[in-house]
């Protein structure tokens, strides 16, 4: 459930005995004495009531869109904790207010984010159920830090903007496996004059869920600004996310105002396959006149199947070699600066 976004944990203890088996489940400091058939029963009533919520506000909250899962419990808990030092709401944080321009910025200060009270009051004045409590946290939360950086949603995808006017829908395009990664930069890099930004592109590997799928579509479908969200890696999708993907796009009956870009390298999927026979279907197509316009084989890709190969390890020594190099130019540049002064 916590994986979800409810943000309770349960405590149960199981006591058995000759005759039955006696639960007691603790829930928010209440605590409940039921049999174990209840509380499994309790549980998956509370899980539907939230998949069934978090739709409705995924509808009407474009805000909320953004967050998936357990980052809906991580604000929650935030709001009640009494330690205010949590890394991980910082790593959130900067998901919606860092750009080109603030990469060296100090988020530290909303580790001690304070919420207006009487807002917060007013949400639980209302006959909200608590998991409407969670949706609306989350959702004042995420207002506030937008408004303590004076920024919008606009901001925060303005880097995936389409510059063309003709490109809204969905579109697949085929890539060789070899150049898949570089040509995600370059499709982002044409269409939009920048590089991609992690809130409009969805990878599908194995840490893929659920979640994280109906939160990036619903952010894409209902999207009122011709923005580019590129979705790869489409082969290692489970058979149960493709067809998820396919029932959100059948979903929608509105207008598609933003791209929706699919790239694969192989035919045979069945999601490509279903994406290529949906009826607002197109193929997106690059001419060779404008990849020339752009260079990227300075970019180097580091990849591997598995985890735990050492990339990180290989990335910072070659950033350090970088680093040698580069202070060894301005080195030598600052030599040939004083020499010329003494001339």
Do not use: W
Not at 9 to 37: A, F, M, P, V
Not at 211 to 227: D, H, N, P
Not at 254 to 261: D, G, H, K, P, V
Not at 279 to 292: L, R
Request: charged share 35%; hydrophobic share 35%; aromatic share 12%.
């Amino acid at each position: 459930m916590n994986n979800l976004g409810f943000p309770h944990k349960l405590k149960i203890i199981i006591k058995l005995n000759k005759k039955e088996e006696e639960c007691e489940y603790i829930l928010k400091n209440k605590s409940n004495k039921t049999t174990l058939i209840e509380i499994i029963k309790n549980l998956k009533e509370k899980i539907k009531i939230f998949k069934e919520k978090l739709i409705d506000y995924y509808e009407k909250n474009e805000l909320l869109r953004f967050i998936y899962g357990n980052q809906f419990s991580l604000i929650y808990n935030f709001y009640y904790s009494k330690n205010k030092s949590n890394p991980e709401i910082v790593n959130l944080n900067k998901y919606f207010v860092i750009n080109d321009d603030q990469k060296n910025k100090d988020l530290s200060l909303y580790k001690s984010f304070k919420y207006n009270k009487c807002e917060i009051d007013d949400i639980f004045k209302t006959e909200n159920s608590e998991i409407d409590d969670i949706f609306n946290i989350a959702d004042l939360y995420l207002k506030n830090l937008l408004e303590i950086e004076n920024k919008s949603i606009k901001d925060i995808i303005k880097n995936s903007k389409i510059k063309y006017k003709e490109y809204n829908g969905i579109y697949s395009y085929k890539s060789t496996k070899e150049e898949l990664e570089k040509n995600i930069i370059f499709i982002h890099k044409y269409l939009t004059d920048n590089l991609n930004i992690p809130q409009t592109i969805l990878i599908c590997d194995d840490d893929l869920n659920k979640e994280k799928v109906i939160s990036f579509f619903y952010k894409a479908l209902k999207c009122e600004e011709k923005i580019l969200f590129m979705i790869f890696n489409i082969e290692k999708l489970s058979a149960e996310l493709e067809l998820l993907i396919m029932n959100l796009i059948k979903k929608n009956k509105n207008e598609i105002i933003s791209m929706i870009l699919f790239v694969y390298y192989e035919d045979n999927t069945n999601l490509i396959y279903q994406i290529k026979n949906y009826k607002h279907h197109k193929y997106f197509n690059m001419k060779e006149e404008d990849k020339k316009k752009f260079i990227i084989d300075d970019i180097t890709i580091y990849s591997s199947e598995l985890t735990g190969q050492g990339k990180s390890m290989i990335i910072k020594k070659d950033f350090e070699k970088m680093e040698e190099i580069e202070n060894e130019i301005i080195k030598n540049k600052n030599i040939e600066k004083n020499e010329e002064k003494k001339k």
